[in-house]
């Protein structure tokens, strides 16, 4: 197994760059609960503040130790830029180390020990998921802290990430269907919507593939809140902070001016969106020429009825009727809109995506085929324009 790192481009403001595959927990029954107004978390008091306030239960690092068998490399389930994550199981009631397969299942983050950032996004992720509860959060479980060691211990997610299903080409992960990322979709709008809410006013700053986990319902849940930020008080528009995130999800007005605000998680959602649609990488290099760049390929044929179908993956094809595809991909446009005051709110985007659920019966299927090949006919005299999806999978921009 490799290390246990991402790459991070280093400025003054660490970036993400490209998306971490990261695997975290959860048995789906977490129930809904709000938070009193003067719950919210604020900007962090003291470590010990924040620790006593939490509300979570301290493991003892040789527990977990133990229940990850010995941080063995086949119990890692994923890995990013605060470390690696390794499944364990505990004594549901003592916290004790279980034997594997027994006790409560969850999903360990293991910090790496390479300096201050990883300790502030630790201690971040236990100030806001220690008291923030949404069903469609992962649930953090708990805390190790003692001496050097600082680990997480979550429910486990059984599905993975959404990234692994979208772009893993493998027996295990096979391509969801289009009424599976539209449910995906729909729960991590509601996770996202519920932080920006009143309740918990939360600015996510790194909404991405990797970081929405799957139960074994496939309900989504937002996970990893280490750059989780404060919204803004007082009257104020923005939050002004250093520029982090990740490279290709970071909303534009952001990454130029270090203002934050919550359109900038909703541009965020619009690049995760367009993902879900296209099966494709938000940054992807092994792409041909002009393709490297998700949006910038796809915003030409999404603002065109005619052609809208050239970017869907072809994995779903005949899975959506035309009026399904054209509101998914308006709304995507509406997130990526380069002004942030021209995108939705995400209570908004919660609605529009609402009227998608399971909208798209199998007796479209044929009505969906028939007017693709129609528009594909009337196309033929401009096959450098566009040309069917089956035979192009992937067009170039004319």
């Not at 490799?2 to 790459?7: L, P």
């Not at 996970?223 to 982090?244: E, I, Q, Y």
């Not at 380069?338 to 995108?343: A, G, I, N």
């Not at 006919?377 to 170039?396: E, I, L, T, V, Y």
């Amino acid at each position: 197994m490799g290390s246990c790192f991402s790459a991070r481009i280093k400025a003054e403001s660490p970036l993400h760059a490209g998306a971490n595959s990261r695997y975290v927990s959860s048995d789906g029954r977490d129930s809904s609960s709000r938070l009193s107004s003067a719950s919210v978390p604020q900007t962090p008091r003291s470590e010990s503040e924040i620790l006593e306030s939490s509300n979570l239960r301290s493991f003892g690092f040789n527990d977990l130790k133990t229940a990850t068998r010995n941080f063995r490399p086949d119990s890692v389930l994923g890995e990013g830029g605060f470390g690696c994550v390794f499944k364990g199981w505990v004594d549901q009631h003592s916290c004790k180390a279980a034997k594997p397969g027994t006790g409560l299942v969850i999903a360990v983050k293991r910090l790496n020990q390479e300096g201050l950032q990883g300790h502030k996004e630790w201690l971040t992720e236990i100030n806001y998921l220690g008291q923030l509860h949404h069903p469609n959060l992962v649930k953090l479980v708990g805390y190790c802290l003692e001496d050097e060691q600082r680990l997480l211990v979550y429910e486990f997610m059984p599905r993975g990430s959404l990234e692994n299903h979208l772009f893993r080409r493998s027996s295990y992960f096979q391509p969801p269907s289009w009424n599976l990322r539209m449910k995906v979709a729909y729960g991590a709008a509601k996770g996202l919507a519920y932080l920006h809410s009143p309740e918990a006013k939360v600015i996510y700053r790194d909404f991405k593939s990797s970081n929405i986990l799957l139960d074994s319902n496939y309900n989504a849940k937002l996970s990893d809140f280490g750059l989780a930020k404060d919204g803004p008080m007082d009257g104020k528009s923005h939050v002004s902070t250093r520029v982090m995130g990740t490279y290709g999800y970071a909303a534009p007005e952001y990454m130029v001016t270090g203002h934050l605000t919550a359109k900038s998680d909703v541009y965020s959602f619009g690049v995760v969106l367009l993902e879900m649609l296209t099966g494709r990488r938000v940054i992807d290099k092994n792409r041909p020429p002009g393709e490297h760049n998700l949006i910038e390929w796809a915003k030409p044929y999404l603002a065109s009825k005619r052609r809208i179908f050239q970017v869907i993956d072809a994995r779903i094809e005949g899975q959506y009727s035309l009026g399904g595809a054209i509101k998914a991909a308006n709304l995507a446009v509406k997130c990526l809109a380069t002004e942030p005051k021209y995108r939705p709110n995400m209570d908004e985007v919660v609605k529009a995506l609402e009227q998608l659920q399971d909208s798209d019966s199998g007796s479209v299927k044929h009505e969906v085929v028939r007017k693709h090949h129609k528009t594909c006919s009337n196309d033929a005299s401009n096959r450098k324009a566009a040309s069917c999806p089956r035979r192009s999978p992937s067009p170039m921009v004319a």
